[in-house]
C-alpha cells in the first residue's frame, strides 16, 4: 500500500465515534485519495520530520491476527520503504 503522509501531524479521532483524542497522528492519503489520521506506522517514527511530505510504501495488517490494538481503523501498518521525502 502507498501513503502520502502530510508535513503535519493532527490529533486523532476514533472513527465512527467522532471522538478527538490527544494523540497526534500522521495525516495520510491513500491510493484510493481517502484522507485519515493513523495513530502508529511502525518503523517510520525516526525517518518523519515535520515540514517534509512523504510517500510510502507500507503492509498493513489486519489487528485480528493475534497482536493488541493500537487503532481503531482495524490494521497495523508497517513501514516498508520511503519513497520520496520533500520539503514544503
Do not use: C
Request: hydrophobic share 35%; glycine share 8%.
Amino acid at each position: 500500500m502507498i501513503l502520502k503522509v502530510a508535513a503535519y501531524r493532527d490529533y486523532y479521532v476514533a472513527p465512527g465515534h467522532g471522538i478527538t483524542t490527544d494523540i497526534l497522528g500522521y495525516v495520510v492519503t491513500d491510493e484510493s485519495n481517502k484522507t485519515y489520521v493513523i495513530e502508529t506506522i511502525k518503523g517510520f517514527e525516526d525517518e518523519y520530520e515535520e515540514g517534509y511530505e512523504f510517500v510510502i510504501k507500507v503492509k498493513a495488517v489486519n489487528k485480528n491476527q493475534g497482536e493488541p490494538v493500537q487503532d481503531l481503523l482495524g490494521y497495523y501498518y508497517y513501514l516498508l520503504e520511503v519513497l520520496s521525502k520533500e520539503k514544503v
